[in-house]
């Protein structure tokens, strides 16, 4: 299947809590067939992850990949394109730190938003196979932001302050090396 439209903030299914996959969807064709559209849209849109809800498919699966090496947020480990099912997320220290995050369902824009930066990440894999993560600094904001659309919630919503909300062109007067 092709590329997907990215669905955009005020479409009703970006704010829908979508529904866990069952069971009997692991390894099914149908589930093989949307991480293939999300992979395939991804990559053509650029970023870090995606929702299914983002692609207009209320179920609990979301991708992300990290590229690594060094970057505005200090040295990445690198992650592969990484598919998440049913995840869920414990804050392991509730100390936060804010990143400028984007969104494809937000396109152009950037908000400064403060998250817990210490987090285990439990899910399973397209197959049904457990996951278990630990992660820190950025990547736990990353993975916070991409499960959030499963509950219906964008970076937005958690803007400490509006004023932190600005064009991606405007991003170099708040962040000088943007
Ligand atoms: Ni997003």
């Known amino acids: 299947m092709p590329v997907r439209p990215i669905l955009r903030m005020g479409h009703p299914i970006l704010r829908q809590v979508a529904a866990p996959l069952p069971k009997t969807a692991f390894g099914s064709a149908a589930l093989m067939a949307l991480i293939t559209d999300m992979v395939d849209t991804l990559a053509e849109a650029g970023g870090i992850g995606l929702a299914a809800p983002q692609i207009g498919v209320s179920v609990r699966v979301a991708i992300l990949q990290f590229r690594g090496g060094p970057t505005r947020y200090g040295h990445l480990e690198p992650m592969p394109l990484s598919v998440f099912v049913n995840p869920t997320i414990s804050v392991l220290d509730p100390s936060t730190a804010g990143y400028w ?3 494809l369902s937000v396109p ?7 998250r817990p930066q210490s987090i285990r990440v439990q899910a399973r894999d397209p197959e049904g196979n457990p996951i278990d993560l630990i992660r820190s600094g950025f990547p736990a904001t990353a993975f916070q932001h991409e499960f959030d659309h499963l509950d219906g919630v964008l970076y937005v919503d958690r803007l400490s302050d509006s004023r932190q909300l600005v064009f991606e062109s405007e ?8």
């Open 108 to 114: 152009g824009l950037r908000g400064l938003v403060e």
């Open 171 to 178: 991003l170099h007067h708040v962040l000088p090396d943007a």
């Open 101 to 103: 995050e984007g969104c």
